[in-house]
Every structure is written in structure tokens, then in C-alpha cells.
């Protein structure tokens, strides 16, 4: 592989900000672009060798050969394109089968393949030909892109983008019904900055008061690690839904003393224990990592924590919650899923189509 701009190579970043910045915040212009929820992929194409590069410079081309096979089909001979790896399941994208892609067995990675294939969305361009594009702005990078995908089809897509302030509102509040992340805000001037954040992402933040079930210590000794955090269902089931775990050690050590009385007997009766053990935390982590440590503590399910999300990803928070405060008013039974808010649905296919 001989390509000006050539792998392993860490990807541009965004900053989180909290609101859609205006256009003329930004000097020469903002474009808007949805946030996909995938995973970070630069393409590196030169004629029959191509490599898929993560975020972490490490390469993701075993885990997707039908990928590498529409590169070929799709993308110029020789380029270098900056995108998200996705997966689409009816018609949301579905983060969890693209975890399952990242399997060690080959056979594994070829049924899975078959099965869920993965598509690839581009949204920059950083070579083509014997060109870097690195040092061009983003709105010079953004138009060699359209007409490098002009013939390219499924699964290979080029970003929806648009300059106009109220289609990223319009797109901020519809996009999540078919599972997308946010927005995300490009100055038209900036060039390509590896490993910088110089975008800006909006993401949703809401809040919901969760049962505190159990916790995990701290691997570095006996503070809490993690709060676990459950709501109710239909059925009166109380699901595992995500954790809370970003507390500064002084905070860890202090909540030992504050669930030591909730520790009590909180085996006995426990909703994730004996039967109901299927709606843990146990049967949701370990499908990402078989070596982790998926043991906690109980606690009687009494305790009301309101934290921070941004959305969900099927019936669980797709990120770490963020705590906020306790809530001694609210009875544990009132905490479900009724709570939550219910983006409205939206079509994929459209907005791959765009």
C-alpha cells in the first residue's frame, strides 16, 4: 500500500457542546451532519489492498470482509475516507449486532457477515488519487467527497449534510427515532487534525430516576466502582438498564458508608437473583467480554438515584449515566420505563437515501 496519507492514523474529534452552534459562530461556515452511532472507520484503498482503521489505530478489516468487498466495488482506486462502520436491523441502527462483528473465530465473522452486514457511511475525505486532502478545508474535502461517492451504492453511503440551521434542529429531533446519536458541527475552514477535537457533537441529555439494585467495587481497592441501575417494566419486572460509575475516589469511598444500610438481607428476595437472575446485570455485560468480573453487591432495591443519559439502545442505556442527586421522594415502584422519553420513529432507509 503506497497512499499519501497511509495507516495506522487516529481520526479527527469532536467536542461536546450544549446546543446546535449557529453558522456564523464558526469562521467560513458550518456544515450539519447526523452523528451515527457506529464504529469509527478510516478506509484506506490502494487498487485490491484495503484497510479498515479504528479509532484506536487498530485494524477492523478481518471483522468485515463484506465491507472490504463494496470498498472495492464502490470507492475510488486509491483514497482515503473517513467514516462510521454501522449496522442496520430493520430500520434502526442496532449497536449491539455490530458488537457481535468483532468475534475471533473466522467462521464466526463470515456467518455474522452474512447475517448483519454492516454498511459504511463516509463523511470526509483525507486522500485521493496521489492528493492529501488533509491541509484543504472542510468544505473543499466535503465536495471532492460527493463526487468520489457521486455512483456509489449500498452499503457504501455518503452522509446526509446540509448549511441550514433549522434542518440540523429538524434533524436533531427526528433522527433519533432511528437510533443516531446527535449532531455533529463542522467548520467549513478546518483542515484534517488527527486526534484533535476541533468538531462539535450535540448529543441528547435527559434525566430518569432509576432503582440502585446493586454495585461493583472499584478495581482499585474496596470503594464502589458502579452503581447499578434498574426500571420497572409492564410486567412489574425490575430490569437492569446501565450503570453510574464516574465519582471522584473521594465520593466512591463515602458511598460505601451511604448503601452499607441497604446491604442488609438484599440477597433474600432479590429481583436479579434465583429466577429473575435473566434480567441482571449479568446477562447484558457478559456478551461483550467473557473474562470480565460481572459479580456485585446487592442491595435491598429502596434506594432512587436520578441520573443523566443521553438515549437508549433497546431496553439499557446506551452510555454510562451520570449521577445527580439522590431522590428520597420517590417510591422505587414508580420508576419505569414510562419515564422515558419515546423518540418518534423515524425511517433510516430515508435518511441513507438522502
Same mark, same amino acid.
Given at each position: 500500500?503506497?497512499?499519501?496519507?497511509?495507516?495506522?492514523?487516529?481520526?479527527? $474529534?469532536?467536542? $461536546?457542546?450544549?446546543?446546535?452552534?449557529?453558522?456564523?459562530?464558526?469562521?467560513?461556515?458550518?456544515?450539519?451532519?447526523?452523528?451515527?452511532?457506529?464504529?469509527?472507520? %478510516?478506509?484506506?484503498?490502494?487498487?485490491?489492498?484495503?484497510?479498515?482503521?479504528?479509532?484506536?489505530?487498530?485494524?477492523?478489516?478481518?471483522?468485515?470482509?463484506?465491507?472490504?468487498? @463494496?470498498?472495492?466495488?464502490? &470507492?475510488?482506486?486509491?483514497?482515503?475516507?473517513?467514516?462510521?462502520?454501522?449496522?442496520?436491523?430493520?430500520?434502526?441502527?442496532?449497536?449491539?449486532?455490530?458488537?457481535?462483528? $468483532?468475534?475471533?473465530?473466522?467462521?464466526?465473522?463470515?456467518?455474522?457477515?452474512?447475517?448483519?452486514?454492516?454498511?459504511?457511511?463516509?463523511?470526509?475525505?483525507?486522500? %485521493?488519487? +496521489?492528493?492529501?486532502?488533509?491541509?484543504?478545508?472542510?468544505?473543499?474535502?466535503?465536495?471532492?467527497?460527493?463526487?468520489? &461517492?457521486?455512483?456509489?451504492?449500498?452499503?457504501?453511503?455518503?452522509?446526509?449534510?446540509?448549511?441550514?440551521? *433549522?434542518? @440540523?434542529?429538524?434533524?436533531?429531533?427526528?433522527?433519533?427515532?432511528?437510533?443516531?446519536?446527535?449532531?455533529?458541527?463542522?467548520?467549513?475552514?478546518?483542515? =484534517?487534525?488527527?486526534?484533535?477535537?476541533?468538531?462539535?457533537?450535540?448529543?441528547?441529555?435527559?434525566?430518569?430516576?432509576?432503582?440502585?439494585?446493586?454495585?461493583?467495587?472499584?478495581?482499585?481497592?474496596?470503594?464502589?466502582?458502579? $452503581? &447499578?441501575?434498574?426500571?420497572?417494566? +409492564?410486567?412489574?419486572?425490575?430490569?437492569?438498564?446501565?450503570?453510574?460509575?464516574?465519582?471522584?475516589?473521594?465520593?466512591?469511598?463515602?458511598?460505601?458508608?451511604?448503601?452499607?444500610?441497604?446491604?442488609?438481607?438484599?440477597?433474600?428476595?432479590?429481583?436479579?437473583?434465583? +429466577?429473575?437472575?435473566?434480567?441482571?446485570?449479568?446477562?447484558?455485560?457478559?456478551?461483550?467480554?467473557?473474562?470480565?468480573?460481572?459479580?456485585?453487591?446487592?442491595?435491598?432495591? *429502596?434506594?432512587?438515584?436520578?441520573?443523566? =443519559?443521553?438515549?437508549?439502545?433497546?431496553?439499557?442505556?446506551?452510555?454510562?449515566?451520570?449521577?445527580?442527586?439522590?431522590?428520597?421522594?420517590?417510591?422505587?415502584?414508580?420508576?419505569? =420505563? @414510562?419515564?422515558?422519553?419515546?423518540?418518534?420513529? =423515524?425511517?433510516?432507509?430515508?435518511?441513507?437515501?438522502?
Amino acid at each position: 500500500m503506497d497512499l499519501p496519507v497511509m495507516p495506522p492514523l487516529k481520526p479527527m $474529534l469532536a467536542k $461536546l457542546v450544549s446546543g446546535i452552534p449557529k453558522p456564523d459562530e464558526t469562521p467560513g461556515g458550518t456544515l450539519y451532519e447526523p452523528k451515527w452511532d457506529g464504529f469509527r472507520c %478510516i478506509v484506506f484503498r490502494d487498487g485490491d489492498e484495503v484497510e479498515l482503521g479504528s479509532r484506536n489505530e487498530r485494524p477492523l478489516t478481518r471483522y468485515f470482509p463484506e465491507v472490504v468487498e @463494496a470498498v472495492k466495488a464502490n &470507492l475510488p482506486d486509491r483514497c482515503v475516507v473517513d467514516g462510521e462502520l454501522i449496522v442496520v436491523v430493520g430500520d434502526r441502527l442496532d449497536f449491539d449486532s455490530l458488537q457481535l462483528r $468483532l468475534h475471533p473465530a473466522e467462521s464466526r465473522v463470515r456467518r455474522l457477515a452474512g447475517e448483519v452486514p454492516a454498511s459504511f457511511v463516509a463523511f470526509d475525505l483525507l486522500a %485521493i488519487g +496521489d492528493d492529501s486532502m488533509m491541509d484543504e478545508g472542510f468544505g473543499v474535502r466535503r465536495k471532492r467527497l460527493e463526487r468520489a &461517492l457521486k455512483k456509489a451504492k449500498p452499503p457504501i453511503h455518503l452522509t446526509p449534510a446540509t448549511e441550514d440551521f *433549522e434542518t @440540523a434542529q429538524q434533524w436533531f429531533d427526528q433522527f433519533e427515532g432511528a437510533g443516531l446519536d446527535g449532531i455533529v458541527a463542522k467548520g467549513s475552514d478546518i483542515t =484534517y487534525r488527527p486526534d484533535e477535537r476541533v468538531m462539535q457533537k450535540i448529543k441528547h441529555a435527559r434525566t430518569a430516576d432509576c432503582v440502585v439494585a446493586g454495585f461493583r467495587w472499584h478495581k482499585s481497592g474496596p470503594v464502589v466502582g458502579s $452503581l &447499578l441501575l434498574g426500571l420497572y417494566d +409492564d410486567t412489574g419486572t425490575l430490569r437492569h438498564v446501565g450503570v453510574a460509575a464516574s465519582f471522584p475516589m473521594a465520593r466512591r469511598k463515602t458511598l460505601v458508608d451511604e448503601l452499607a444500610p441497604y446491604r442488609k438481607n438484599a440477597e433474600k428476595d432479590h429481583p436479579w437473583f434465583g +429466577d429473575d437472575r435473566a434480567h441482571g446485570p449479568g446477562a447484558a455485560a457478559s456478551r461483550w467480554n467473557a473474562k470480565k468480573d460481572l459479580s456485585f453487591e446487592p442491595l435491598r432495591p *429502596e434506594l432512587v438515584v436520578e441520573v443523566g =443519559y443521553d438515549h437508549m439502545e433497546g431496553a439499557r442505556f446506551r452510555h454510562t449515566a451520570q449521577f445527580k442527586r439522590w431522590r428520597s421522594d420517590r417510591d422505587p415502584l414508580t420508576c419505569t =420505563y @414510562a419515564q422515558l422519553d419515546e423518540p418518534v420513529r =423515524y425511517e433510516l432507509h430515508e435518511l441513507l437515501g438522502a
